[in-house]
């Protein structure tokens, strides 16, 4: 088990986030050779990659120096060619940040020059899609000039639009002005005749000091929204009929496995949570992030990005492991080197992803709430893990087959490491030649053996998720271990894996009445409540956790309404706990029970009909 865990546009104390707009093929490039830049070490054959191949996430299927040529011409592509060629990091960025410029530029002296024919606005645009690529960097380090040049940009869309509706030479004054402010402040700060050493490449423009932070963002192709269908999430005190709200440690629990403000950043900064990459305590299959992962559903969470410190220059990303049943599938890690699961996620939290040390009560929240994963219901199992009445002769004839002992396994079965009632587990690692060797004679190939449970859901599969069937996993295994299979035993063995790795309901259904704000509304309402035992308390510490999270996501949870008359509502929900927020830190704790009281009416009052 591994807790891996977004788009430039969530905030920091927010884990809702949305799907992020496409990028222009350069800018693309040109945000992404930043990423990569400031990886350690540098994967140069990606980077080249990002301007010789089509960037995802981009739109267009031209690769970016191609595109830069057609914009700021042949010079400023092969700036970039010997750039990468150089493999010099400084000399690459400032090639690019030229070629940029120019390609803005390109775009707005085409916008002035078809003022008059009408075809204006499509430059316009273009050029502000380029310009998007810098924006967040002037933002961060000079508001007030960012106010300045969306104010220009503004002018130049309207005054462009005015002039495709033969309006006045008026018009062409204001684009011109507009158009001149633009191309000055960009040329100043990001295609300057020398540029100021930088440490770390960033966005920033280049006249930003030293104590100026440079925004964090992820590189364009990123994907960290929840997995679609959404899977369903199975808990062992709702099984039994318990209110999480009831349970204040599992419900506190529960909110900052949705939490990114428990990590530093730059996770804490770009929205991601435990919940990221484990939402509904699955793994999130369409997770990625370039350069951190080979693939969709991967990370590498001890490489350079998350917590440099913790960085083992090795590219190693690991498959996002379910967390599913959790308590019964220690040891934790993926080679099973963490006995505790509460010493695990202090690893995770503070070494991984760089975020301060939890206090005990937090770590005993996270546990409380994560050990409550169960399996997914399959009725097609019993308890002992044998297959249920109704199976299928290939089911009855694949099952013999995993009990079976083979002579190429040492007289051992697939039973013997994933014992049917141990939940397919023995909870123990092994070699079984997966893991290429650090080094000669190493011995570190060995393996937490995986449950086979809910198997079905979470393909791709092995440690780095190089099968992507569980056909492939059989024929790996029989040549790996010369079992000698037959076509027959292979298709057998196949059919008994998606049986055992079934389920009976594995995602979430939604209708008219249970909808995805819904769910997210009662589950963050439920962290709140966690606050009628934190408030009397006085425990500032963890309570302002709570408000600063659940806050956030409430008001961002608007965007999923479908009764859009309610939003208001939810905004004066989110209102009252920033609020009783405000009232802890000025240490009036009276005002903080009478807000958190406000909370309470609030919700009473428009649960009914927000929906």
Not at 257 to 264: H, M, Y
Not at 397 to 421: I, K, Q, Y
Not at 438 to 453: F, N, S, V
Not at 529 to 556: C, E, F, K
Request: proline share 6%; net charge negative.
């Amino acid at each position: 088990m591994a807790l891996f865990f977004c788009v430039s546009t969530v905030s920091a104390a927010q884990a809702t986030s949305l799907a992020e707009a496409p990028w222009r093929p350069e800018a693309a490039a040109w945000r992404s050779t930043i990423f990569f830049g400031n990886l350690a070490p540098i994967a140069w054959d990606r980077v080249a990659d990002l301007w010789r191949e089509p960037v995802a996430g981009a739109g267009g299927d031209r690769p970016p120096l191609d595109v830069l040529g057609d914009l700021a011409g042949e010079e400023a592509a092969k700036d970039v060619e010997a750039a990468l060629a150089a493999q010099d990091r400084a000399m690459l960025f400032e090639a690019a940040s030229r070629g940029l410029v120019a390609a803005l530029l390109n775009r707005l002296d085409l916008a002035e020059a078809a003022l008059e024919a009408g075809g204006a606005p499509s430059y316009v645009a273009e050029a502000r899609a380029i310009y998007r690529a810098f924006e967040d960097g002037v933002v961060a380090a000079d508001p007030a000039a960012a106010r300045r040049l969306g104010r220009a940009w503004l002018d130049l869309a309207s005054a462009a639009s005015a002039r495709a509706r033969s309006a006045t030479g008026a018009d062409a004054q204001r684009f011109g002005a507009a158009k001149a402010e633009i191309a000055a402040y960009v040329a100043r700060e990001y295609a300057p005749a020398a540029f100021a050493p930088r440490a770390q490449l960033s966005t920033l423009p280049n006249s930003a000091g030293a104590e100026i932070e440079a925004p964090a963002f992820l590189p364009p192709g990123s994907r960290i929204q929840d997995q679609s269908p959404l899977p369903k999430l199975v808990l062992n005190f709702e099984e039994q009929g318990i209110d999480e709200a009831d349970l204040p440690l599992v419900a506190y629990g529960d909110m900052m496995f949705d939490s990114p403000l428990i990590f530093g950043d730059p996770a804490r900064t770009v929205g991601i949570a435990c919940s990221t990459c484990h939402n509904r305590s699955e793994a999130n299959r369409d997770f990625f992030i370039p350069g951190t992962a080979h693939r969709p559903g991967a990370a590498d969470v001890d490489g350079g990005f998350f917590n440099p410190i913790f960085n083992d220059r090795r590219d190693d990303p690991l498959d996002i492991p379910s967390l599913r049943g959790l308590r019964f599938t220690g040891p934790y890690g993926r080679d099973g080197r963490f006995a505790s699961l509460r010493d695990f996620t202090r690893n995770v939290i503070v070494n991984e992803f760089a975020g301060p040390e939890p206090t005990p009560f937090m770590l005993d929240a996270l546990v409380a709430y994560m050990t409550e994963f169960d399996f997914l219901p399959n009725r097609r199992l019993g308890t002992d893990g044998r297959l249920s009445a109704g199976a299928s002769e290939a089911e009855q004839r694949g099952e013999a087959l995993f009990r079976a002992p083979f002579t190429g396994m040492d007289g051992r079965s697939c039973a013997s490491c994933h014992v049917p009632s141990a939940n397919f587990l023995d909870r123990q690692a092994h070699d079984i030649g997966s893991v290429s060797p650090g080094y000669e004679g190493a011995r570190d190939g060995a393996l937490d053996t995986p449950t086979l449970l809910g198997a079905r859901f979470t393909a791709p599969y092995m440690h780095d998720g190089a099968l992507p069937t569980l056909d492939s996993v059989v024929d790996w295994f029989d040549a790996r271990f010369a079992l000698g299979l037959s076509p027959r035993d292979r298709a057998d063995l196949v059919i008994y894996l998606e049986a055992i790795g079934d389920a009976d309901e594995p995602f979430e259904t939604f209708d008219a009445q249970r909808t995805r704000f819904r769910l997210a509304f009662e589950e963050l309402t439920t962290f709140a409540s966690t606050l009628a035992t934190l408030i009397p308390r006085r425990d500032a510490r963890h309570a302002l956790l709570l408000i600063d999270t659940v806050a956030a996501d409430l008001a961002a949870e608007t965007a999923n309404m479908g009764n859009l008359d309610a939003r208001e509502d939810v905004y004066r929900l989110a209102a009252a706990l920033d609020a009783a927020g405000g009232a802890i830190r000025a240490g009036d704790w009276a005002e903080a029970e009478a807000q958190w009281g406000e909370f309470g009416r609030i919700r009473d009052k428009i649960d009914e009909r927000m929906f």
